[in-house]
């Protein structure tokens, strides 16, 4: 039995014994109220106090049998108290209490489903971000590793409305599924679908088949890691220099070059100025490799391209100024 459930149930049982003792008392005896609860809790507490009034042969076999059953229910409750502090089950309900409290306060955040080898790092590159989500798991065995790692989590199907609910889907700003069962992803798309219609949903898929059904229950973006890692280890041979290059460019490992989206605030001092006004390469050092605008994108643009609010930078260079380009970007000038 948890813990806690035993805590619960021995004070219960103990407060309807002390309620039961004082009744008895008042019905026996005839006492006051307060004369009866003073009996009682003496005659369980064994402290050997002199009994209130004289005791009536009834009153005598009543007190009897509330010391002998009154003797194990406390044992009992200590007993079961001492076994949870011991086994930290306090510190836990605690713990989860401040997590409860910490999910309910997302907001424009992504939940993961899944954490498993895919699951796990994602959440490393959003917390390295750093990026708020929440890990929603149904496997107990990975709890550990959750609490180990940090992150905010559910214990529970992804699948289930309730669940999803718990996790804040509506303030949620995209949903992740890395469950490895393909029929798993599908109904966890569908839940969200249903609850969140404007969420952006990105799917792993196991083959071919699976992204077309994926992208039918409502996947934004379908992904299959097996055939991104095959691509990837084939370029690693045709095209190793590219592949080099894109690894320090995306490689939170490199401090020497980032590349990074930066998304342009109405309220930024560089809507309105081209790349070449803005200076961006001039002051930052930066390349503006990209400009995503809606579905649009612009590579390599031109020097007299105009930002406007609503613009995704992609930019490429040392780290320090990227922050300091994001800065900018968000109107948080320096």
């Not at 798991?137 to 992150?151: I, S, V």
């Not at 050092?285 to 809606?294: A, E, H, N, S």
């Not at 590579?299 to 609503?310: D, S």
Request: proline content about 4%; hydrophobic content about 45%; some cysteine.
């Amino acid at each position: 039995m948890d813990p806690l459930k035993k805590v619960k149930i021995s004070l219960a049982t103990l407060v309807i014994l002390i309620g039961g003792g004082t009744l008895g008392y008042v019905i026996i005896e005839d006492w006051a109220p307060f004369e009866a609860l003073y009996m009682t809790t003496i005659t369980l507490a064994t402290v050997g106090y002199s009994e209130v009034h004289h005791l009536s042969r009834q009153g005598q076999l009543f007190t009897i049998l509330l010391i002998v059953f009154g003797v194990g229910t406390i044992a009992y409750t200590i007993g079961s108290m001492i076994q949870f502090m011991m086994e930290g089950q306090l510190y836990k309900l605690l713990g989860r209490k401040k997590l409860q409290k910490q999910i309910k306060r997302l907001q424009g955040h992504y939940i993961i489903c899944g954490y498993g080898r895919i699951g796990r790092l994602i959440s490393r590159e959003f917390a390295a971000k750093p990026l708020p989500f929440i890990v929603v798991e149904n496997n107990p065995e990975q709890l550990a590793r959750l609490e180990e790692d940090g992150h905010l989590f559910i214990l529970g199907d992804a699948t289930q409305d309730d669940i999803l609910e718990q996790a804040g889907i509506g303030e949620a700003k995209g949903l992740i599924t890395a469950v490895t069962l393909d029929a798993a992803n599908v109904f966890i798309i569908l839940t969200a679908r249903g609850i969140n219609p404007d969420l952006f949903i990105l799917a792993r898929a196991s083959d071919e088949n699976a992204e077309v059904k994926l992208i039918r229950a409502g996947a934004n973006k379908v992904i299959s890691p097996y055939t991104i890692g095959a691509n990837r280890m084939a370029q690693a041979i045709l095209r190793p220099s590219v592949v080099e290059f894109i690894d320090i460019a995306t490689g939170r490992s490199s401090i020497e070059l980032q590349m990074e989206e930066i998304p342009v605030s109405p309220r930024s001092k560089l809507v309105g100025k081209d790349l070449l006004q803005s200076g961006i390469r001039k002051d930052l050092g930066l390349i503006i490799v990209g400009i995503k605008q809606g579905d649009h994108m612009t590579f390599n643009p031109a020097a007299n391209t105009v930002i406007e609010a609503g613009h995704v930078l992609i930019a490429l260079g040392e780290y320090p100024e990227i922050k300091k380009l994001e800065l900018i970007a968000a109107q948080q000038l320096l």
